[in-house]
C-alpha cells in the first residue's frame, strides 16, 4: 500500500516537472508567434496550464478506454471524446508549438546573424556612389563609342577609292550622326574636297572630326550635368541607409556578446531586419524580392510559418533541422502523459 503510494506521489512529481517543460516551450512558442499583441506571458501560462491538463485528461480517457479491467461507463463516448482532445489539444496545439521553441532557441542567433549580414551587403551595394555611377559612365561609354563608330563610317566614305569624298553614303552616314547628337539635319556644315588628293581628303576628315567631337563635348557636358544632379539626388535619397547600417553593425555585435539579453537584442535584431527590409523595398519602388537562401527571422518566431516551411521542404539542404525537435517534444509531452496515468489511476 505504501509502495503504491509512493509511486502515485512520485508520478505527480514527474509529471508536474515534465508538464513544466511543455507548457514552457508551448507559452514561449505563443508569445514569439504572437508578440506584436504585446499579451503578458502569464496569460498564456494560465490558459495552457489549463489546456495540458485537459490534454493529459483526454489521453487518461484513451487509455482506459481500452483497459477492460475497471469500470467504464459510456466507453466508446469517453474514447472518442478523449481521442479528439488528443488530436486538437496535443497532435495539433501542444506538440507542434514544443517543437517551434527548442528549434527557435536553437536558430534564432545563427538566423539573425546571418539575415543581418546580407541584408548590410545589400545595402552596401545600393549605397555605393561607384556602383550608382557605374551605370552612367557604361551609358556613356556606349554612348561615345556610337559617335565615333559613326565618325569612323564618314571617313571611310571620304576615302572610297571608288568615289573618293563624294560618295552617296557619305550625306547619309553624316545625317546618321547627326541623329545620333540629337541634331538638326544640316547643323554640321557639309564641305567637299575640291580634288582628290590625299592631301584635300584628309582635310575633310579632319573637318568632320572636329565637328563631330565638339558635339560630342557638348553632349558629354550634359551628360555630365545630368550626373551630378541624379547624384544629389541619390545622396538624398540614400540619408537613410547609412544610420541603418550603423544600427545593423551595433546589433551584430550585440549578437556576438554572449553575455547579452538574448531575447530583448533578438527581439531588436528583428525590428531592424524589419526596418532595413523596408527601406530596400522603398528604394525599389517595392519589387525588391527576398534571396530565397535567406531564411527570415519573422519567419523563425511564428510557429504556423516555421511547420509551413518545414512541409514545403525549405528545410531541406540546410543548416535547420526540425525533426529532433520534435521527437523531444514528443517524449516530454508521453513521459507527462504517462505519469499523469499512473498519478490518477483507478483501482482495478
Known amino acids: 500500500m505504501n509502495d503504491n503510494k509512493f509511486l502515485k506521489i512520485f508520478s505527480l512529481v514527474a509529471f508536474t516537472a515534465f508538464a513544466a517543460v511543455s507548457c514552457w516551450s508551448t507559452t514561449e512558442s505563443l508569445s514569439l508567434t504572437l508578440e506584436h499583441a504585446e499579451i503578458p506571458k502569464w496569460v498564456f501560462w494560465i490558459a495552457v496550464v489549463g489546456l495540458y491538463v485537459l490534454t493529459s485528461i483526454c489521453v487518461m480517457l484513451v487509455i482506459n478506454s481500452f483497459n477492460q479491467n475497471i469500470y467504464m461507463e459510456h466507453r466508446r463516448v ?30 534564432a542567433k545563427n538566423t539573425a546573424i546571418k539575415e ?38 564618314i571617313k571611310r566614305e571620304i576615302n572610297d577609292f571608288q568615289n573618293p569624298g563624294t560618295a552617296e553614303k557619305t550625306e547619309a552616314r553624316i545625317v546618321d550622326t547627326e541623329d545620333l547628337l540629337g541634331l538638326k539635319t544640316g547643323t554640321i556644315a557639309r564641305i567637299k574636297a575640291r580634288n582628290n588628293t590625299q592631301k584635300e581628303l584628309n582635310k575633310v576628315c579632319e573637318y568632320y572630326d572636329k565637328a563631330v567631337k565638339e558635339q560630342l563635348d557638348i553632349k558629354k557636358q550634359q551628360h555630365e550635368a545630368k550626373v551630378s544632379q541624379a547624384l544629389e539626388d541619390f545622396q538624398e535619397k540614400m540619408k537613410n541607409v547609412a544610420p541603418l547600417r550603423h544600427d545593423i553593425k551595433a546589433t551584430l555585435e550585440q549578437l556576438d556578446d554572449d553575455q547579452y ?15 532595413a527590409y523596408a527601406e530596400l523595398e522603398s528604394q525599389f519602388n517595392g519589387i525588391y524580392t527576398y534571396d530565397e537562401k535567406v531564411y527570415r527571422s519573422d519567419r523563425l518566431v511564428k510557429v504556423t510559418k516555421v511547420w509551413g516551411d518545414y512541409f514545403k521542404g525549405k528545410f531541406k539542404g540546410t543548416d535547420y533541422t526540425l525533426w529532433y525537435w520534435i521527437l523531444l517534444s514528443i517524449i516530454v509531452d508521453i513521459a507527462a502523459f504517462a505519469f499523469f496515468d499512473i498519478a490518477f489511476k483507478k483501482e482495478e
Open 78 to 107: 469517453k474514447f472518442v471524446i478523449g481521442l479528439l482532445g488528443v488530436l486538437l489539444l496535443w497532435i495539433f496545439f501542444s506538440m507542434p508549438t514544443n517543437a517551434h521553441t527548442y528549434f527557435y532557441k536553437q536558430m
Open 116 to 153: 543581418l549580414k546580407h541584408i548590410d551587403g545589400e545595402l552596401q551595394k545600393l549605397s555605393s556612389e561607384n556602383v550608382f555611377l557605374e551605370t552612367y559612365n557604361a551609358e556613356w561609354n556606349k554612348y561615345e563609342a556610337d559617335v565615333l563608330n559613326a565618325l569612323a563610317g
Open 261 to 275: 539579453d538574448k531575447e530583448s537584442v533578438l527581439k531588436n535584431a528583428r525590428k531592424v531586419i524589419g526596418v
